[in-house]
């Protein structure tokens, strides 16, 4: 029978199931040898666990803090205008603001009802009756739609400074924008310890794949020359780097997890000293299935590094 | 398959040393031949250009009309379970049992376990080892590891079999049964390469003689 110039004169052996076969028994002698190595093997899982949980805990915190600022109490930015005594068109100018798109509701406090207001919450209104006029200005508060950005803000408090009968102008914002700036601050950060601490997890699985790689370096030369082919001499090592980094990253989920249990108490005491509560929310299913992901994806990473290095020259005979 | 075909081949090592000087000779399909020469004539280069371990500097070696020293990385793994090959330092897995060791090839090509099983029994049976197949290799003599290294190289069927000094340093009698052995196999079909410096137990045999010296063909 003459050779197909494509298929060549050996077939290929195949076997049905032959590849699933073969990657279960690949992931059997990973896990077996992971279990016979358990001093490195949990050292690896801290290592890569304590890498991964710094960057994860900030982008937890990140999650948090810009809910946090979503739901702030009378929360979006609002800004509030002041009339001056005796102004008439504080209602006029309500109704202007409120055909503005990026704005979404304006209350107005005319002068009789900041007087009650008043009245109500200090109990001094005798104090105030007793003049010949009201002293408390109407005023305006005017709230965004969510999608209103710091520069529709600003426009609209110029415009309405420029407008008559107005005396000033508040722009509320000032902690909205702190947390703000610290969820930004806590993101920026994520990213650069991810960065950081995963080139560091991925350098730690190599390390420890290259020694298991050198631990068996006859085993692959004899499989080498029995017909093993590249691939299959590299996947017990992408497991091993795999399974390593999974479980660094349900060590790091522990880790944050044990964090957020220490920092819940203290945090919600700050919070409440603000009237706000915050139910701590982003550590679900999904955040640990993400870190296992991300820590197996570098830990994969690692692998393919320490294997790149060592397998290309492996001299058999 | 099993038909090789050396045509004008060299063999010089990074270090300069020319091991192999255009050599040319054929094995023909289904034949045993034994490849000898002194210490450091080039019969382990020979087989190692042969298992694709390294490439010839020049000239073609042909299995079959195809050139192996140009195999894509691909087909290479298959080419390699289609041959058998006995070491001079037999390659044994110290950390693994006997029937493991010969079970490897076989699993490599991600056969059933249950055949393994099957095929790994006949052929350590053959060798006279089925009894020893528990043991680490290294609790058996060097003449019962030597057989340990022909029943890997016979458990899937070669059509090729390579033997680097197979009996290197056993006695007369058991490098007689050894020689057997290979004789068995080339009987069913394998084409079978020796290289021997044992001169008594190749001129005891009437098979075909390859002789290199330095490098070059001299029979
Ligand atoms: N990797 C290498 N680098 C440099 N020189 C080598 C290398 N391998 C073998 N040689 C040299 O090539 C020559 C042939 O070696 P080879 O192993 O083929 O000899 P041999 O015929 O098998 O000898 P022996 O009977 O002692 O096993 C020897 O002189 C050896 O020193
Ligand atoms: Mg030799």
Known sequence: MPDSPKQGPWPRTSHRWGWWRGHWRVARDA?????????????????VGIALALPASLMLLQTNLSRLGADWGGGRPSVSVYMELGALNAAELAAQLERRAEVQAVALTSQDEALAEFTAYTG???????LERNPLPASLRVTFAANAGADALEAVA???????GVADVVVERTWLERIN????????????????????????TATTVRFAIDSQLDELKVMKLVGASEAQLRRPFLYFGALYGAGGGLVAAMLVSLGLIIL???LLDLLGSFDQTLVLGGFDVAFVAALVGLGSALGMAGAVLAVRQRLAALDVM | MGRIEFLNVYKRYPSGFEALRDLSVVFEEGSMTFLTGHSGAGKTTCLKLLLCLDNPTHGQILVNGVNVSRLSARRLPHYRQNLGAVFQDHK??????????VALPLRVSHMREREVRRRVSAALN???LLERESLPPMQLSTGEQQRVGIARAVVSRPKILLADEPTGNLDPELSQDIMALFQGFNEVG??????????ALIESLDNPVVELSHGMRVR
């Open chain 1, 31 to 47: 896990l077996s040898f992971i279990s016979r190595h358990t001093g490195t093997s949990l050292l690896v899982w801290l290592l």
């Open chain 1, 124 to 130: 001094l209104g005798d104090a105030l009756t007793g």
């Open chain 1, 158 to 164: 110029a415009s309405v400074r420029a407008a008559e």
């Open chain 1, 181 to 204: 700036a610290i969820s930004r601050l806590a993101s920026a950060l994520g990213w650069v310890f991810g960065a950081l601490f995963g080139v560091g997890a991925v350098l730690v």
């Open chain 1, 264 to 266: 819940e108490a203290p």
């Open chain 2, 92 to 101: 044994l897995l110290a950390a693994r049992s006997v029937f493991d060791n």
């Open chain 2, 126 to 128: 053959r060798v006279g």
């Open chain 2, 190 to 199: 394998a084409t079978v390469i020796v290289a021997s410096h044992d001169r």
